[in-house]
């Protein structure tokens, strides 16, 4: 079983940045694949970024391209999404998320076993 606890959220102006966390328990994290997922009100949630239990792969969803990047680090069981340039689109609750196996499907969020509880983002202008 793994935990995941996100934090790090909270309100911004359009143009700043935010650094989110995911502290995970268990001793089985360097071998789990995160992603972080998102939720704006009234739609459906989202891929943001990936991350390989190697650290050597790392995917992006093509609206935060060249402005969010993807971390680990294992000795802390912690993977961080670091959020630059943020713009009001980027309002939603974000979500960590690991799975078990492979990379493939990196982006579809069935493909995860646990979630966190979320924490919100918010851009304002």
């Known amino acids: 079983q793994v935990q995941l606890v996100e934090s790090g959220g909270g309100l911004v102006e359009a143009g700043g940045s935010l650094r989110l966390s995911c502290a995970a328990s268990?001793?089985?994290?360097?071998?789990?694949?995160m992603g972080w997922f998102r939720q704006a009100p009234g739609k459906d949630r989202e891929f943001v970024a990936s991350?390989?239990?190697?650290?050597?792969?790392?995917d992006y969803a093509d609206s935060v391209k060249g402005r969010f990047t993807i971390s680990r680090d294992t000795s802390k069981n912690t993977v961080y999404l670091q959020m630059n340039s943020l713009k009001l689109e980027d309002t939603a609750v974000y979500y960590c998320?690991?799975?078990?196996?492979?990379?493939?499907?990196?982006?579809?969020?069935?493909?995860?076993?646990?979630w966190g509880q979320g924490t919100q983002v918010t851009v304002s202008s």
């Open positions: 998320a690991a799975r078990r196996g492979g990379y493939s499907d990196y982006g579809e969020p069935d493909r995860y076993n646990y």
């Open positions: 268990g001793r089985t994290f360097s071998t789990y694949t």
């Open positions: 991350i390989s239990w190697s650290g050597r792969s790392m």
